[in-house]
């Protein structure tokens, strides 16, 4: 270490000295170099070699600052991370902040939607018959959402589609898109995420017009095929400003009213009157995104499923069967793929065809067939855990663990050194358990994991939550 | 958000972060202590602790997190992290500390019963709240680390599974699939659906041991390797888990039923009127004949 910084301080002031010195006297080099040997272990020669050294990085840094610069005004939208206060200053938008402020309004805005539409027992659409129209237009290809907006859509569209089945795994999507004016189903209503997002990747291109009313006309004839406890969707991802239609669009918004169907429109450009129109006629909703963020944002909220309009789709009993997983050494032909494969299949319970995977529906008799845990992964929409309280006063130390300090009940994390400077709480407290929870897992309880961990650990008699 | 922090997952392989979840029913513990040649909660505690003790031995980057629940309560005994900061205790130090902590939470937990009538079954342990706090306590250690050690829970369940649980267990267990947590599991008492099911989704292992004096051979053998290490073992093969549901009206298990439309509630027969939601199934039949393609379904879903 000292060898090295020595070494190259050295010989760079003896480069310099000896560059000065030379002309007076030739044969005192050996001197002088001995000398500037020694000097350079000193303090004085090390803090110039320092200099020097900042000065190269200044170069360096001057060079990435146009880099920087550019990059900072053209993708990185840096104006966008400040905010203004109450006095008018500029203030950086502490990330984790804005994200859980983000988080705490959807959550109100879902609960205060909950609570108006239930009086007594939440009622959800459950099984979602969804179209999901992409507008791939030549507006699709414009430029403004890096690297262009069917690309962004398309990411969007995937990390939906994977969201979607998550919470609506016994629901259907089908993909339509637009394009030099003439709508076209890309996949057939489906309960298969992968397939989906291939086909999609696929036909990423973008020409000619987009027609609003052809796609409504071709979802409409699809949608009205479904069975009647089936929920209508469709929401559109329109990036043009026009449409270009062959007939008059507000018959079709009516006969889309009629079969009710709610559509909803996220706009990628600017407010459009008549998506506004259909969205207000049909009980959808209408939102712009702002920015890519923004898009996904939007998009996931409609994910999980809406409450239900009693008389968008009737209650019924659906019949469906629940098939045992076949002996896995058993070699048999199925009848969703191809080729053979070994084993590890389901059989239908009513005409004991063989199928892969669940859910799905039997191809030879048409039964639905799903397992238990597809129905339970639904049921967290119907027993939604309370909205927490934002709570000032101070949690009870009542742990066994450690009685002296006040902690998030979830995770044991320290709720006092947790708090950044400007937050104005640092933790939520469940209205019916009483306890206190910090910000980090009051997200991941609420989109997530779904039980409230304080009311599971106590005797479900009192809490009276999951009377299953 | 959470779609970020799965797809960012670093682990480091080889360590392994294991949250051992206990059951300590004092209703159970005592209804086998009745019994003459079962385990008794003394010999399980011999058998147990020193299973803690080997996985730490394994890696010393290795972290446990012992979590109880008994009948009334739920909370964290133990967590290998915070004990190593203050200078950590290994063998009969650390035996002794784990057992006198376990010994206050059992005491508390029987207390809280005073209050409730004594009953002469087995009132199901809290298993899906120290779910919750595995996951939440697991969900806390990815956001605090970059790089962190591969997140795994361990059951070891002697009470029966309470019905009333089942919505919650399910929830976590969905949870901890999506963000990749096996959820191993030991039974000692029943079998239990909720952990083979768990066990099953999350890939995790279940077993039932046949012997329970060499219960420390089982546990170490089958439950201290970690993650990585398990591809190259020989593990248990899981029995067939029963995925047929139960109906809501006669609690009978059923390969065909009907389901409610609107809140997914499972039964054996036809009904009028949805007996957990209230929809009526009346209207639909007046209605189909709007559309042929309907009919033609719905008979044939009738058949």
Not at chain 2, 199 to 215: A, F, M, N, R, W
């Amino acid at each position: 270490m000292f060898a090295t910084v020595g070494g190259s301080g050295g010989s760079a002031i003896g480069q310099r000295l000896s560059g000065f010195e030379n002309p007076r006297s030739s044969n005192s080099g050996n001197k002088n170099r001995q000398r500037v040997q020694g000097r350079g272990s000193n303090g004085v020669d090390d803090d110039d070699d320092d200099d020097d050294d900042d000065k190269e990085q200044d170069d360096d840094g001057r060079g990435e600052g146009l880099d920087a610069w550019e990059r900072a005004y053209a993708d990185e939208r840096s104006w966008e991370s400040l905010q203004e206060d109450e006095s008018g200053l500029l203030r950086p938008i502490d990330p984790q902040t804005f994200h859980y402020a983000q988080y705490r309004r959807r959550l109100l805005l879902r609960s205060s939607a909950e609570q108006e539409s239930s009086s007594l027992r939440i009622q959800k659409g459950l099984i979602r018959y969804l179209y999901i129209v992409i507008d791939l237009s030549r507006a699709a290809g414009e430029m403004d959402y890096k690297p262009s907006r069917m690309a962004v859509v398309a990411k969007c569209t995937e990390a939906f589609i994977k969201e979607f089945f998550d919470q609506n795994p016994l629901s259907h999507i089908s993909l339509v898109t637009i394009k030099d004016g003439i709508s076209q189903c890309l996949t057939e209503l489906g309960g298969n995420p992968e397939s989906q997002i291939k086909s999609l990747m696929g036909k990423l291109e973008c020409s000619g017009d987009s027609s609003l009313q052809n796609a409504l006309e071709l979802v409409h004839g699809y949608l009205s095929q479904i069975p009647s406890y089936g929920h209508r969707e469709v929401l559109i991802l329109y990036s043009s400003l026009s449409t270009c239609d062959p007939n008059d669009i507000m018959v079709t918004i009516e006969k889309c009213k009629k079969a009710k169907i709610r559509c909803s429109v996220i706009g990628l450009a600017a407010e459009i009157y008549i998506c506004r129109y259909l969205c207000e006629e049909t009980g959808g909703s209408y939102s712009i995104a702002l920015d890519q963020s923004h898009l996904k944002e939007l998009l996931l909220e409609h994910a999980p499923p809406l409450p239900a309009i009693a008389d968008y789709a009737i209650g019924n009993l659906i019949r469906m069967g629940f098939p045992q997983r076949g002996v896995d050494s058993l070699i048999s032909t199925r009848s969703c793929g191809e080729e053979l494969k070994v084993g590890m299949g389901y059989t239908c319970p009513r005409c004991y065809a063989r199928v892969c995977e669940l859910p799905t529906e039997c191809r030879v008799c048409g039964l639905t067939l799903v397992s238990s845990p597809h129905l339970a992964r639904s049921y967290h929409h119907l027993f939604p855990i309370p909205t927490f309280k934002e709570s000032s006063d101070p949690a009870p130390t009542s742990n066994l663990y450690q009685k002296s300090r006040r902690m998030c009940f979830a995770c044991q994390q320290d709720l006092v050194n947790q708090g950044s400077n400007n937050k104005s709480f640092v933790d939520v407290s469940c209205p019916k358990c009483k306890q206190h929870f910090c910000l980090d897992c009051d997200i991941y309880i609420h989109e997530i994991l779904h039980n409230c961990p304080g009311c599971e650990s106590q005797p479900h008699s009192k809490n009276g939550l999951n009377n299953k | 958000m959470d779609n970020e922090s799965t797809l960012s997952t670093i682990y480091s392989e080889d360590v392994s972060l294991m949250v051992v979840i206990l059951d300590i029913n004092p209703l159970f513990w005592t209804s086998v202590n009745s019994n003459t040649n079962s385990l008794t909660f003394t010999k399980f505690m011999d058998q147990f602790l020193p299973l803690l003790n080997s996985v730490l031995l394994l890696n010393q980057l290795n972290e446990i997190v012992l979590i109880a629940h008994g009948i009334n309560s739920c909370g964290y005994i133990y967590n290998s992290s915070m004990e190593n900061r203050r200078g950590g205790k290994r063998g009969p130090a650390f035996f002794a500390e784990v057992s006198e902590k376990l010994k206050e939470f059992m005491e508390a937990d029987c207390l809280h019963r005073k209050g409730a009538k004594s009953t002469s079954t087995i009132v199901p342990s809290l298993l899906s709240g120290s779910l919750s706090l595995a996951l939440c306590y697991i969900q806390r250690v990815f956001r605090s680390r970059p790089i962190y050690p591969r997140p795994r829970i361990l059951c070891l369940q002697g009470s029966p599974d309470g019905p009333e649980q089942y919505v919650a267990v399910m929830n976590a267990i969905f949870s901890a699939q999506r963000s990749s947590v096996l959820i191993d599991s030991c039974v000692l008492g029943l079998n239990s659906a909720f952990l083979q099911q768990a066990s099953h989704i999350t890939g995790g292992v279940y077993i039932k041991p046949q012997q329970l004096d060499g219960l420390f051979q089982c546990l170490s053998m089958v439950f201290a390797t970690d993650v990585q290490s398990r591809s190259f073992l020989q593990l248990p093969k899981p029995a067939g888990v029963d995925f047929r549901a139960s109906c809501f009206c006669h609690k009978t298990t059923i390969s065909m039923g009907y389901i409610c439309s609107v809140c997914l509630s499972i039964f054996c027969k036809r009904h009028k009127k949805c007996s957990t939601c209230g929809s009526d199934f009346n209207r639909p039949n007046s209605n189909s004949k709007s559309s042929p393609v309907q009919k033609s379904k719905r008979k044939l879903d009738d058949r």
